[in-house]
Nanobody, 122 residues
Framework: QVPLVESGGGLVQAGGSLRLSCAAS????????MGWFRQAPGNEREVVAT????????YFTDSVKGRFTISRDNAQNMVYLQMNSLKPEDTAVYYC???????????????WGQGTQVTVSS
C-alpha cells in the first residue's frame, strides 16, 4: 500500500472551482495508476477520474467530462483534480487512490487516502 493524503476540499457555490491535491509516499509512485473517487451520503463510491503512471492516458466519468481535469507530477509524488463549473450533484467526499492497474471498480484499488469533503451549494 501507498500512504496517500488528500487536501483542497471545501465549500463552494455552484459554478465555482476547487483543486484537490493528493500527496503520495514512496519511490514506487511513478509505477502506479492514480485515481479520484467520490462518495455522497447514501450512495456507493464511484470513480471520478484516473490517470496512467506516465500521465499520458486519462479517464473521466461522463458526468464530469469537460469540467474536471486530472494530472500528476511524478517528480513530487503528487496527483491533482482540478474541478471547474461545479454543480450541487458534485457534493461528496473525494478520495485519492493508487493501484497497479486501471480499474473503475473501487474495491479493486489497493491504496486510499482519508478523503476530503467537497460541498457545492446552489
Amino acid at each position: 500500500q501507498v500512504p496517500l493524503v488528500e487536501s483542497g476540499g471545501g465549500l463552494v457555490q455552484a459554478g465555482g472551482s476547487l483543486r484537490l491535491s493528493c500527496a503520495a509516499s514512496g519511490r514506487a509512485f511513478r509505477s502506479y495508476v492514480m485515481g479520484w473517487f467520490r462518495q455522497a451520503p447514501g450512495n456507493e463510491r464511484e470513480v471520478v477520474a484516473t490517470i496512467s503512471s506516465s500521465g499520458v492516458s486519462t479517464y473521466f466519468t461522463d458526468s464530469v467530462k469537460g469540467r474536471f481535469t486530472i494530472s500528476r507530477d511524478n517528480a513530487q509524488n503528487m496527483v491533482y483534480l482540478q474541478m471547474n463549473s461545479l454543480k450541487p450533484e458534485d457534493t461528496a467526499v473525494y478520495y485519492c487512490a493508487a493501484n497497479a492497474y486501471a480499474n473503475t471498480w473501487w474495491r479493486s484499488w489497493g491504496s486510499w487516502g482519508q478523503g476530503t469533503q467537497v460541498t457545492v451549494s446552489s
